[in-house]
């Protein structure tokens, strides 16, 4: 083992030092459950380290994750990668920026334009079909909006996304720096990819990345990791974690960061994971769901298609659930979708194989849906920083009027991809597309009030 934090923390917990100090169960077995972890939660003291100071035990675990991604720098995090997210784009770009946002970014990103005041544009990922679902973005539109606005040095794209397709994270780079631009890429899903010999975004050229270790990895909920190229100064990225996060991080989940990378070095354990998902994928292909097949996919995703079925994803899921409780990580309109991980036993993925199959052998065979119409143009009228931040009222859609103004992202699945961003103008064609393509008229949106 080589964990220096977890050790560190270990070898304190053995001391029996007197406690005077947060956490307030010093370390005793007052919840039995949980006894294995008490006693390495500590705080800031003798010996510990600090977070945001980028000192002691932490500061080698994160040395030892900085190798291991291949990144200059490492920063752990204990707020998910929202909150680097939230950092990145502070030291990145700074308050009152302008960013060039993944339409399909995370609802965090909207959450940090609202607080650092940053005034977003867009590019859209294609659609794929007939999944419905955010494919890749065109690198080549990436390029002109950078060139038709050269206010914008910092660009945010997503990747993995949920459903597990990878952007083209080289070229992206590559035209962001021609044009002086810093690259950031929410990772969120993909923290496990050195395990199955796929590079980190840093290594691909990014110059920050957000990963979450609790998704993929064995971490605890919450952590996650924040990488640099070196691109942008450390104490700018400490300060962005430390604004955005509690100033008492969890040394337990801090701890589970370095184990879980530990862990990744140790085994092959995610290669045959990733194998097993592709010998699962190939035996989908003989039902009549559709499994996600792609060059571009993170072999360990499952995302598993009901089109041409008479099942809806959403359906799906509530079906293997109430029938043989397996609980997916999510559905949409047309899609399940599976984390899967070395954690997942081998009798795991026969049982979720068996439950699909059986399903399979049930439905009724459908006409394949039309594709889904392109997303209406965004015509944004004030900042997102004074739509979310400013009054507001929730009103059903069929009250929606042409001229309103969205103070919360619209993001209905499929496709995933936000139809609305805060501080954009509510129009005919938005109204439209979400009542025929998304919601019912039930469905409520959360209007600025201007």
């Known amino acids: 083992m080589s964990a220096p934090l977890y050790e560190a923390l270990s070898a304190l917990a053995k001391k029996n030092t007197i406690r005077f100090h947060m956490p307030g169960h010093k370390g005793q077995a007052v919840l039995p459950d949980f006894s294995p972890i008490l ?28 190798r291991f991604y291949h990144a200059a720098d490492c920063h752990f995090l204990t707020g998910g990668s929202s909150q680097g997210i939230h950092a990145m784009l502070y030291a990145a770009a700074g308050a009152g920026s302008s960013v060039l946002f993944d339409r399909n970014c995370h609802k965090s990103c909207a959450h940090a334009a609202a607080l650092l005041d940053l005034t977003p544009s867009f590019v859209f990922p294609s659609i794929l079909e007939p999944y419905g679902i955010p494919g890749l973005l065109d690198p080549k539109e990436i390029d002109t909006a950078l060139t038709q606005d050269p206010s914008l040095k910092t660009v945010l794209i997503t990747s993995p996304n949920y459903y597990g397709i990878c952007q083209d994270i080289p070229a992206i780079a590559a035209i962001c720096h021609a044009h002086g631009a810093k690259l950031l890429v929410d990772a969120a899903h993909g923290a496990h990819f050195p395990a199955v010999g796929l590079p980190s975004p840093i290594e691909q050229g990014a110059d920050l990345a957000a990963l979450s270790a609790h998704k993929t990895l064995y971490a605890l909920g919450q952590a996650a990791l924040l990488l640099s190229s070196g691109t942008t100064p450390s104490d700018l990225l400490r300060e962005g974690a430390a604004l955005f996060g509690t100033s008492s991080p969890s040394y337990a989940i801090l701890a589970s960061l370095d184990l879980a990378r530990d862990a990744l070095e140790q085994d092959d354990s995610y290669l045959q994971t990733a194998q097993a998902v592709h010998a699962l994928r190939l035996r989908l292909q003989e039902t009549k769901f559709m499994p996600l097949c792609l060059d571009t996919l993170d072999p360990c995703r499952l995302t598993v298609s009901t089109v041409g079925t008479d099942l809806t994803g959403d359906q799906l899921s509530d079906l293997l659930y109430e029938r043989f409780q397996i609980a997916c990580e999510m559905s949409d309109a047309r899609n399940i979708v599976c984390i899967v991980t070395p954690a997942d036993l081998a009798h795991n993925l026969t049982a979720l194989e068996h439950a699909l199959i059986t399903l399979s052998e049930e439905v009724c065979s459908m006409p394949l849906p039309p594709p889904l119409p392109h ?50 103008e509510i129009t005919a064609q938005h109204i439209v597309f979400l009542t025929n393509q998304c919601y019912n008229t039930v469905s409520r949106i959360f209007l600025h009030a201007q």
Not at 58 to 65: F, K, L
Not at 377 to 401: D, F, Y
């Open 39 to 66: 006693p390495i939660d500590f705080t800031e003291i003798y010996e510990t380290g600090n977070l945001y100071t980028g000192e002691g035990p932490i500061r080698s675990a994160e040395r030892q994750a900085a």
């Open 375 to 424: 997303l209406p143009k965004p015509h944004p009228v004030c900042s997102v920083r004074t739509a979310m931040l400013g009054a507001a009222q929730e009103i059903p859609l069929a009250n929606a009027r042409s001229g309103m103004v969205c103070a919360r992202p619209v993001t209905p699945y499929p496709p995933g991809v936000p139809v609305l961003w805060c501080g954009e």
